[in-house]
């Protein structure tokens, strides 16, 4: 229950459970019973404890356990806990702030509270929901129960008076007994469903009579009505009432020889209020359908490994939980969101028994048709559906064929209609993906007499025939290229036969007819210059490269910009000297794409042009803050700040960029953010808090901040989150983690990344890396002595004949030398300073010259070309300028 809401317990009576009252007084309940703080309680005490109800606004603690004694320690436990947090400074207190604690102290002086208590009655309201009349709290129940209203009365001693005119339920007794029949009316709330049945046009009628007669007086039912017009019965009421209901409306369905189809039944359960059902997945605005499948059509919409339901909900937009014990299918999400989910679902279900039927009225704005030749459906929907499934993947939509026609005596073979639900942006790139694959199959289907045509609407297709040679070059290895020009352009490119069709917004497409044309000029012209303004243009940053860094940049066949482009989704072409300021000795290197890809590639160019020729670019550069939206900054590291903030093969600081959301890179000895503001400023301030974790403590004022998060950690599970342990953590979450204060004391662990999902992540496995520590035995001692036998000594001469024992895993030390102290083991990743072997640069403090000399000598190659691994840092300039100057492309004159 706690897994799909809130969760209130009836205690009376029961032996294996104590209650822990929390003051009203406290604020943040959950804050002091955190997850992690209870699961450790449970631990230490052998019990089971949660907050009832809303953890946020919970007034009492529950333990069962069936040991007193360990319901006794839990609940001092519990106790001290709130009494700390009650005298914290700051924190707001009833004006007798140790009146809970004396209630539990002892048993004579819990009965004196509990007379003073019931002498102080209080009075409390309770509002029902708009969507329940106030008449079903005074009916009898269903199967004979006593009315709500008098059942709660009876049970928690209270005195309940139902104001009608305002949907009020006033509540008068004891504070303990009020908030109990508070809890009790929430339960029975909660039970209230709204069901929709969609009606055969034949039995609409009859139904109406029935609903007036039959329905509508049951118990506990809030509504019932027929829409005639769209042949809809709505009802409204508690769950095992509307389940009655089914009873009757299976009779009027035999009685036309007609059946009621599971299929034909939504439920829902509000949404808007706190405690609605679900709360994980419904918020304000959104609300929850509930489908019935068969167990055969639960499995099917699962798929393998949960793959169709992701499928369904990632094209819906909606959320979906799928129960394959009672076979429902839970659609959480707004109106539009879960409308198409249903669709998608039935769609899917059809799929499981026959042919699809797919027509105009399944067209939200979402579905696209295309006519598949029948002689090449089996080729497009491939080897056990794989052509299709991947289409899907890769543009985010949902395939069908439908409608099956059969063979025709056209030639063709007759065809079937394939349908493409999704966005307009997927639909379109699938339907190319299918085009494409049909005129492999019957080469001129969509080209013969197809030229170059133009589209001048916001979203339209371009084509443009290509020549054999200019397509194989245009279409790259494992078409690398293709995909590089639509990423960088941001166009849909595909080529369908010997045309490319170029389909998106009329800017996106023309930028990539631009490149295209650009990339089919280089097939003739080997130089591979292209002519450009880049002042009249916004797609392109000029990098200027020293003629003798030009090999180093490019790498061995242009492996090295080929990677870059890929990885940054950008296009890189070399421009002649027309299109460069009055630089001496230098080519211009073009980099086109979005704004955040040439950032990235920019700097990793002026990262390698650095290693080569030191302060090239970060001469005088100082510590600068760009004030706009959109910028760079620059920050100086010395040289142990650098090999310490770069890490073991770069892993550092890869890891704080991820986390800030910022991109960093290191270009000498300066440290270049790129990015938003705000993600400029956590990359910062996780760079800073990074150095200062190598002279000792760390301790951030993390008041007002949206990016962290602090996991306490018990002193006696400290041992559990040591350096090696967090980096898999910030490894597999995307996050920076690292202790507030003192190593090894501090029990504050502070997880630190810009989506919130990261740390959420990152916190659960924490807590399970927690669970697992505590309950781990403890490592048997070794026995001295002679060794067995049967055990294999080192560098024995009878290795072939010893069993074979399995490897140990390697620890890594971060540290860089043995035995690294609690300072060293809190930092990240934290660089080897003395060993630098498959690192991403040699950051050593060298010589000035050592420096020069090692830059200016030819970098060793294996299997032909230079590891990337050591191309992008720099080496140590030596610089001994004061002068602080803003980075050249911010300067005046030409822009960069």
Not at 39 to 58: D, H, M, V, W
Not at 295 to 308: N, Y
Not at 513 to 540: A, F, H, M
């Amino acid at each position: 229950k706690q897994r799909t809401g809130t969760v209130y317990v009836d205690i009376e009576g029961r032996t294996d459970v104590c209650a822990v009252d929390i003051p009203d007084g406290l604020d943040a309940v959950a804050s002091v019973f955190k997850s992690m703080t209870l699961r450790s309680l449970e631990q230490e005490t052998g019990t089971f404890c949660f907050l009832e109800g809303n953890a946020s606004k919970s007034d009492r603690l529950l333990i069962f356990s069936q040991d007193r004694n360990g319901r006794e320690k839990a609940k001092a436990i519990a106790l001290e806990r709130i009494d700390q947090r009650m005298k914290t400074p700051g924190h707001h207190q009833r004006s007798e702030p140790r009146h809970w604690e004396e209630h539990h102290k002892s048993e004579h002086s819990s009965h004196m509270d509990q007379s003073r208590t019931e002498s102080a009655e209080v009075s409390d309201t309770f509002t029902l929901r708009g969507d329940i009349s106030v008449h079903v709290v005074i009916q009898t129940g269903p199967d004979g129960q006593d009315p709500v209203v008098e059942d709660i009365e009876h049970t928690t001693g209270t005195k309940l008076t139902l104001v009608r005119d305002k949907g009020v339920i006033q509540i008068h007794g004891a504070p303990e007994k009020v908030a109990q029949a508070k809890r009790q009316l929430q339960q029975f709330i909660d039970r209230f469903v709204t069901c929709r049945i969609q009606l055969p046009p034949p039995i609409t009628a009859a139904l109406a009579n029935k609903v007036s007669h039959y329905i509508r007086p049951m118990p506990w039912i809030a509504a019932a009505e027929v829409d005639e017009a769209k042949d809809l019965l709505k009802i409204q009421g508690h769950q095992d009432s509307v389940d009655q209901t089914f009873k009757v409306l299976r009779e009027v369905y035999r009685d036309h020889g007609l059946e009621l189809l599971e299929s034909d039944i939504v439920t829902s359960k509000k949404g808007a209020d706190e405690h609605s059902y679900s709360m994980r997945y419904i918020s304000k605005g959104t609300g929850a359908d509930v489908l019935r499948v068969s167990e055969d059509d639960a499995a099917f919409i699962l798929g393998r490994g949960g793959k169709t339901k992701h499928k369904i909900a990632r094209v819906s937009g909606a959320t979906l939980e799928l129960h394959e014990r009672n076979n429902t299918v839970e659609i959480f999400g707004g109106d539009p969101e879960r409308r198409k989910a249903r669709k998608y679902v039935e769609l899917v279900r059809a799929q499981r028994v026959g042919p699809v039927n797919v027509d105009e009225a399944h067209d939200d704005g979402d579905l696209t048709m295309i006519a598949v030749p029948h002689n090449c459906v089996g080729f497009v929907t491939g080897s056990q559906g794989n052509f299709l499934r991947t289409c899907e993947e890769e543009w985010g939509t949902l395939m069908f064929f439908c409608n099956y026609q059969g063979p025709s005596t056209d030639g063709m073979g007759g065809a079937e209609r394939l349908a493409i639900f999704g966005d307009l942006n997927g639909r379109c790139g699938a339907e190319l993906k299918v085009m494409a694959a049909i005129e492999t199959k019957l080469p001129g289907y969509y080209t013969t007499n197809l030229g170059d045509t133009h589209s001048w609407d916001e979203w339209g297709t371009d084509t443009v025939p290509l020549e054999q040679d200019q397509l194989s070059y245009a279409l790259g290895k494992k078409g690398s290229t293709r995909r590089k020009l639509a990423k960088a352009s941001g166009c849909i490119l595909e080529y369908v036969g010997s045309v490319a069709f170029l389909a998106g917004s009329l800017a996106a497409r023309q930028r990539c007819r631009e490149y295209l044309g650009w990339l089919c000029d280089q097939v003739c012209n080997k130089t591979g210059r292209i002519s450009i303004d880049p002042t009249t243009r916004d797609d392109v940053t000029l990098v200027p490269v020293p003629k003798d860094c030009i090999g180093y940049v490019m790498g061995d066949k242009r492996k090295t910009l080929s990677r870059l482009e890929e990885d940054w989704e950008t296009l890189i072409f070399f421009v002649d000297s027309q299109s460069l300021p009055t630089y001496q000795d230098v080519e211009g290197l073009a980099i086109f794409g979005a704004e955040r890809g040439r950032a990235g590639t920019e700097l990793k160019v002026m990262g390698a042009v650095e290693t080569k020729l030191p302060q090239f670019f970060t001469k005088g550069v100082g510590d600068f803050h760009y004030p706009h939206e959109w910028g760079v900054d620059t920050l100086p590291l010395g040289n142990e700040d650098l090999s310490f903030a770069l890490g073991k093969d770069g892993s550092t600081r890869r890891k704080l960029a991820r986390a800030s959301g910022c991109i960093l890179e290191y270009v000498g000895n300066v440290a270049y953010m790129a990015g938003t503001v705000p993600e400029r400023r956590r990359a910062r301030d996780y760079l800073t808090w990074l150095m200062r974790q190598r002279l000792g403590p760390v301790t951030v004022d993390f008041a007002g901040r949206d990016d962290m998060l602090v996991v306490d950690i018990p002193d006696q599970m400290r041992g559990m989150t040591k350096a090696s342990a967090l980096r898999d953590v910030e490894k597999e979450t995307g996050t920076f983690c690292f202790f507030q204060g003192d190593n090894s004391t501090s029990n504050a662990l502070l997880v630190c990344g810009h989506q919130q999902e990261d740390r959420a992540h990152a916190q659960h496995i924490l807590q399970d890396l927690l669970v697992r520590g505590a309950s781990r035995p403890k490592p048997k001692r070794r026995v001295e002595g002679p060794v067995p036998a049967n055990v294999r000594r080192t560098g024995s001469d009878d290795s072939d004949h010893a069993p074979e024992r399995p490897k140990p895993r390697l620890r890594m030390n971060y540290g860089g030398a043995p035995g690294p102290s609690a300072r060293d083991e809190q930092s990240s990743d934290e660089s080897d300073s003395g060993s630098h072997t498959g690192s991403e640069s040699d950051h050593s403090s060298q010589s000035d010259d050592d420096a020069r000399s090692h830059a200016a000598a030819p970098q060793t190659r294996v299997g032909g070309f230079i590891p990337r691994g050591r191309q992008w840092a720099s080496e140590d300039s030596g610089s001994g300028s004061d002068e602080e100057i803003v980075p050249y492309w911010r300067g005046g004159g030409t822009k960069f």
